[in-house]
């Protein structure tokens, strides 16, 4: 990427005037204004459902407003999916990285190029100009390596990294933190300074407003698709910007300290000396009713994997796992759910929901037997159940009915949580179950978990947000593949990190 000129005045490199978006009787966009200066960092934030994917996706070029205008530099926005002219325009990286896997890292930066086929490609010049690149970015990426095996961290760098390689000066990232841990995030953060001080003008949606503090200089708030809020960070309260939000500042009040009356004695899930080839070794522990059990510990560390052999996705090799005395055999999705096991996957969109099919069919399949006699569903049974739920998570849909990939992010995130909770489970197990969730909806998921304890469920919440961790009453770390140590509130966040990433004194 070449570096800008420096200019005095420098014209923006985006002004988006009056865009407006309707799907359906979702009007999902309404007049919304944006300008972006080069070097500046402009946050983009608001509830689920506020529009924030809607407008970057219109000024990505995959999404046509129905009005408004976009000028970038000066220079009028190229018409709809003219693809080409659009990316060298702007840069957009998405929540999931769209790297392909089979593929190395040096050919996925170059993957235009190897899409459009033109010319001869030259894999030797392209392995030595991705090796510059890499490196010019500070990246610590190996070439030749299969961009499969590259962490969520080091994915969404390659991205980016192939994003500027288009020589756009604008960027948008959509919450692209929402899946790194703790390092990852920062080596993020460096590397949006980076490109700042390089005079690309960015666009950053965000659910953590600490980031957001960090990182911009001005922010723009969106709620039910209209602009709330246009001003610089400097000088602005957290308070009145959660308001902006959501249109009510004491929303925002956190929920530390927040915790379900644990029946002491009663242990409900018990997991002894289990293991998982790769992922976690000897890892024993109890939760009993009421009580929320923590396992923190890095993307990598393997946490993720003692929740799917609980849910009956992963098999372990050794260990025995029991709810309420019954022996879960493992490898068995649906015995585990019907055991009692309810759960919110980490990946919602590969494990978690069935995107063509309603909010309703997916907040209800884990229960058909309840929906029903004799295998025949009752539409309204299923219609009030979902009622129900999208009360109580604050699910924003337009209705049982609409489907799931129409809803925003946060909302599919929440239908999720609706069916792991749907058989009443016995044991709650959760894998970051509040990723992309705005603040509001934070809390009401929370609220949730914290009910499902109270009735005196078991909740293993397995997290490295430490936001999540508040509501445990325990947290045990998985560091190297084994459960390092216990903490148990109040506990200092800074000591809980340091030993998740095994710098602990
Ligand atoms: N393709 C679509 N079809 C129908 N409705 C849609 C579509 N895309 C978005 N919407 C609706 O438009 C509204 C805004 O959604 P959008 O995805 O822009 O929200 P968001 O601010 O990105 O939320 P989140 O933080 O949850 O990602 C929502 O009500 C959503 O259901
Ligand atoms: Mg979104």
């Not at 985006?14 to 999902?28: H, I, M, N, P, Q």
């Not at 219109?58 to 709809?80: N, Q, V, W």
């Not at 739920?389 to 849909?397: A, C, N, R």
């Not at 799931?404 to 709650?428: C, E, H, I, T, Y």
Request: hydrophobic share 45%; proline share 4%; net charge positive.
């Amino acid at each position: 990427m070449s570096t800008p000129a420096p200019s005095l005045n420098p014209a923006p490199v985006v002004v988006a005037v009056g865009l407006s978006k309707r799907f359906g009787v979702t009007k999902a966009l309404s007049d919304v204004s944006l300008c972006v200066f080069p070097g500046e960092v402009r946050a983009l934030v608001g509830r689920n459902g506020a529009g924030k994917s809607t407008l970057v996706s219109i000024l990505a070029g995959m999404t046509a407003p129905d009005s408004g205008s976009i000028h970038f530099s000066g220079i009028s926005a190229p018409p709809t999916h003219a693809r080409e002219l659009w990316q060298s325009k702007v840069a957009c990286v998405y929540q999931h990285p769209k790297i392909i896997p089979t593929l190395s890292c040096a050919e996925n930066l170059f993957l235009h190029e190897i899409m459009r086929g033109r010319g001869l490609i030259s894999w030797k010049a392209m392995r030595r100009a991705a090796r510059e690149h890499f490196d010019r970015w500070g990246l610590t990426i190996d070439g030749d390596a299969l961009a499969g095996t590259l962490n969520m961290g080091q994915r969404q760098l390659l991205e980016i990294a192939r994003a500027v390689r288009q020589g756009s000066r604008f960027l948008i990232l959509d919450e692209p933190t929402a899946k790194l841990d703790g390092k990852e995030v920062d080596r993020l953060l460096t590397h949006i300074r980076e490109l700042k001080a390089l005079g690309v003008g960015i666009v950053f949606v965000s659910h953590h407003l600490d980031e957001v503090f960090d990182i911009s200089q001005t922010v723009t708030v969106l709620r039910d698709g209209k602009k709330m809020l246009d001003r610089a960070i400097a000088g602005l309260a957290k308070g009145e910007l959660i308001e902006a939000m959501v249109g009510d500042a004491s929303a925002g009040g956190v929920l530390a300290g927040a915790r379900a009356a644990i029946h002491p004695r009663v242990a409900r899930l018990k997991v002894s000396r289990l293991s998982c080839p790769g992922s976690f070794e000897n890892v024993s522990f109890e939760v009993q009713a009421g009580e929320c059990v923590g396992i923190a510990g890095l993307a990598g560390s393997g946490k993720e994997a003692i929740g799917e052999v609980l849910a009956g996705l992963k098999l372990a090799e050794a260990g025995t796992m029991l709810l309420d005395g019954i022996h879960l055999p493992g490898g068995n999705v649906s015995w585990h759910n019907r055991a009692g096991i309810g759960f919110v996957p980490q990946d919602r969109h590969r494990e978690g929901l069935v995107l063509g099919m309603s909010v309703a069919d997916n907040a209800t399949m884990a229960v058909p037997d309840q929906l029903g006699k004799a295998g025949f569903i009752s539409p309204s049974a299923v219609a009030r159940a979902t009622r129900h739920i999208i009360q109580e998570l604050d699910i924003k849909t337009a209705g049982p009915g609409e489907i799931v990939s129409s809803l925003s992010g946060g909302n599919q995130q929440k239908v999720v949580l609706a069916r792991a909770l749907a058989r009443d489970p016995a044991a709650l197990v959760l894998i970051n179950p509040t990723c992309g969730v705005d603040v509001a909806s934070r809390i009401a998921l929370f609220r949730a978990i914290i009910r499902v304890a109270s009735r005196g469920a078991a909740v293993l919440l397995i997290s490295d947000d430490l936001e999540e961790l508040e509501i445990c009453h325990r947290i045990w770390v998985l560091r190297s593949r084994h459960l390092t140590r216990e903490f148990v509130p109040p506990w200092v966040a800074r000591d809980l990190v340091a030993e998740m990433e095994g710098m602990a004194a």
